[in-house]
């Protein structure tokens, strides 16, 4: 789709998302002094739920805060947290910023590599897994620190971080 | 969950209620929440600002500036809204204590959050996290809802005639967004590139409208202030530096933490005494002791008290609290490629200095890490960085720029070891320690 293209924007009153998260976005854009205050939130759980920011989020999106496509590609853009491509249902996210770094960040994140069969900002062939190498996240004092979607896991060792994937692998084919 | 450490030396105000259940806003109640917050409708904004200043409490986020004062910059008379935002964007390498905070103490934060709106007369509270904190803003969400159900937010708070609304949301991932100016623009669903000053937010700030912007850790230090009294707040700190500060102890100490001591303590202590030395015995060879931006010490400069001005005078920064131990098996060449290689990735890319000078200082340290490094390199990274400093849009540019002139100054024996095509002579050393 191109930047500026209106043509695609989804019908008004239709929508993309689950009943939950348009009711969601309804709310959202009451909530603050101007509407598009809402858009990172917006962007992130759109994100959480189709598990990328799809052009048909992007457009819809921008319809909802009265914005064009490209303002919100704009935005987009600038945040790592927020892609516009699938990942794995698991993305490791291995912090190896300077306090992990002294812990072994590095090791970890190499093991994960090793472990996994594949590099930074992949994803295993089945899905189940992708990896990427994060700035800090704020857990400096238990480092080395990994991020597992939202969740943290501290203190990590090779072979406690052998468990962590293991886990959520069989958590996986539950 | 983050492991909770202790220490005889620590002073818990803030912390003071971390693993008690206090998420739970009975259990908050019970251990003297939301009791400052009443006694600030009742005594009114002069009140507050007056004990904000008495308390010396200066603002955790990183520069130091007096909290008291901040607030009272904000005009009286406003035609547009006035708002009070909290920051707990915490992204600088090294710091992870608004974690805690907003993990143990969710209502300390709401109410430091309405206290600062009742003394600058604002109505509307925002608080953002980081992105990668979406588990915290959670627990924060519930905080607020349950403030809500109780009469402590909305219209009419505590049965009075004051109105405090509060909206609480994440980031996506931007370190840059944790300066203020780029803060409000992320707020405002905007890239986070920062705003010229002045206008200083106090005046012109979220929506133009002005604006308090302090950090996660100021915020919760409020209502501990209106309750001891800001005197005996400040009389647990040093000169001029009020109260305790958490300092984010992490790298090769033995027992890496977060420890809430008085504004002063001595550096050496913290990390020999309270942290437990440097792990497995070995020599220690540097500490950061503000967060990735600040300054690196020799351990001959680390007998000093760690308030925002005695760090100062030994040629770093307090910043926010984060420090790093590094031990005698550190290549600082890789360890300043590390830290520079974040600011590349972070910088806005809004003014060529930090954009262009980022990217150059990440070039040459790597290759010179990698053994490709010639001697006139040395001083071109010191060089580079000394001309990034003060030239740019924020202080972005200078959180890079001054780590790595202290680092080619204080280790340029470690930089002279890389030359002559010899890849880090310290890469055996690390391999054993981690064996
Ligand atoms: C690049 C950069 C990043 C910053 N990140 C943060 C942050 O994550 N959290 C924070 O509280 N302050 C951060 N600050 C400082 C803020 O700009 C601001 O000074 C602070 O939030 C004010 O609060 P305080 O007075 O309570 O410290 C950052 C500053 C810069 C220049
Ligand atoms: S110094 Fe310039 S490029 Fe760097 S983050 Fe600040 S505004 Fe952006
Ligand atoms: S450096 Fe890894 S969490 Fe902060």
Redesign the pocket.
């Known amino acids: 789709m191109s930047l500026t293209s209106i043509a695609e924007n989804p019908k008004p009153g239709s929508t993309i998302f689950s009943p939950e998260l348009a009711a969601r976005f309804d709310k959202l854009v009451t909530l603050y002094p101007r509407r598009r205050s809402a858009l990172i939130p917006m962007l992130l759980y759109a994100q959480d739920e189709i598990g990328y920011v799809s052009d048909a989020a992007i457009a819809e999106i921008g319809q909802r805060l009265d914005i064009t496509v490209l303002d919100v590609r704009n935005v987009l853009t600038y945040y790592s947290m927020l892609r516009t491509k699938p990942v794995g249902k698991y993305n490791v996210q291995v912090c190896t910023n300077i306090s992990c770094m002294l812990r072994g960040g590095q090791e970890i994140l190499a093991h994960c590599k090793d472990r996994l069969g594949i590099g930074h900002k992949e994803t295993t062939p089945d899905g189940l897994f992708s990896l990427e190498e994060v700035e800090c996240i704020g857990a400096c004092s238990w480092a080395p620190a990994v991020q597992v979607n939202y969740d943290f896991h501290e203190e990590l060792t090779p072979e406690s971080m052998d468990a962590l994937l293991d886990e959520y692998r069989s958590k996986a084919s539950q | 969950m983050p492991r909770l450490v202790s220490h005889p030396d620590e002073v818990k105000v803030v912390s003071r209620r971390f693993g008690r259940g206090a998420t739970n806003i009975d259990r908050y109640i019970e251990l003297d929440g939301y009791k400052a917050v009443r006694q600030a409708i009742e005594k009114g904004p002069e009140w507050i600002i007056a004990e904000m200043k008495a308390s010396n409490l ?8 007096p ?1 008291g004062m ?1 607030w009272s910059f904000v005009p009286k008379q406003s035609e547009k809204p006035k708002y009070v935002l909290v ?6 390498p090294g ?1 992870c204590k ?1 974690h805690l905070i907003f993990l143990h103490d969710p209502h300390a934060v709401i109410e430091g959050c309405i206290v600062a709106g009742l003394a600058v007369g604002a109505k509307t509270g925002f608080i953002y996290l ?1 992105g990668e904190y979406r588990y915290l803003l959670t627990i924060m969400e519930k905080a607020i809802a349950d403030a809500y159900a109780k009469g402590f937010l909305g219209k009419g708070i505590f049965g009075s005639n004051f109105d405090f609304e509060i909206i609480s949301q994440t980031g996506a991932g931007a ?9 409000m623009e992320s707020l405002e669903g905007k890239r986070g590139i920062p705003r010229i000053r002045p206008p200083f937010p106090a005046v012109v700030g979220l929506y133009g409208g002005p604006t308090v ?7 919760a230090s409020v209502s501990h202030i209106l309750n001891m009294g800001g005197e005996a707040y400040a009389k647990i700190g040093s000169n001029r530096n009020g109260g305790t500060r958490l300092f984010c102890i992490s790298g090769h100490a033995e027992r890496p933490g977060v420890y809430e001591l008085p504004m002063g303590y001595n550096l050496k202590k913290m990390i020999y005494e309270v942290a437990g030395g440097v792990r497995g015995g070995r020599q220690l060879k540097a500490v950061v002791p503000g967060g990735s ?1 600040t300054p690196v010490l020799l351990p001959s400069e680390i007998d000093i008290g760690m308030d925002f001005d005695q760090v100062g005078k030994a040629g770093s920064m307090l910043g ?1 609290g984060g420090v790093v131990v590094l031990d005698e098996t550190v290549c600082m060449v890789e360890f300043a490629l590390r830290t520079i290689q974040f600011y590349q990735h ?1 910088s806005c890319g809004w003014c060529i200095p930090c954009r262009e000078g980022t990217d150059w200082l990440k070039k040459t340290l790597t290759r010179f890490h990698a053994g490709g490094g010639e001697a006139k390199d040395i001083d071109h990274i010191q060089y580079l960085a000394e001309n990034m400093l003060g030239r740019t849009f ?3 540019g200078d ?1 890079a720029a001054m780590p790595t002139i202290a680092f080619v100054k204080k280790f340029r024996q470690e930089f002279e070891d890389h030359l002559n095509g010899k890849p880090c002579p310290y890469a055996k050393q690390q391999e054993l320690t981690l064996a």
């Not at chain 2, 920051?87 to 600088?92: A, I, L, R, V, Y």
């Not at chain 2, 912007?213 to 915020?219: F, L, P």
Request: include cysteine; charged fraction near 30%; charge should be negative.
């Open positions: 200066r603002g955790r986020g990183g520069a130091g500036f909290t901040k920051n707990g964007d915490e992204s600088e710091t608004d980081r370190y840059e967004v944790g300066e203020e100016s780029a803060l912007i302090n950090n996660a850790e100021t915020i931006s926010s972070e924020c202080p972005l959180a």
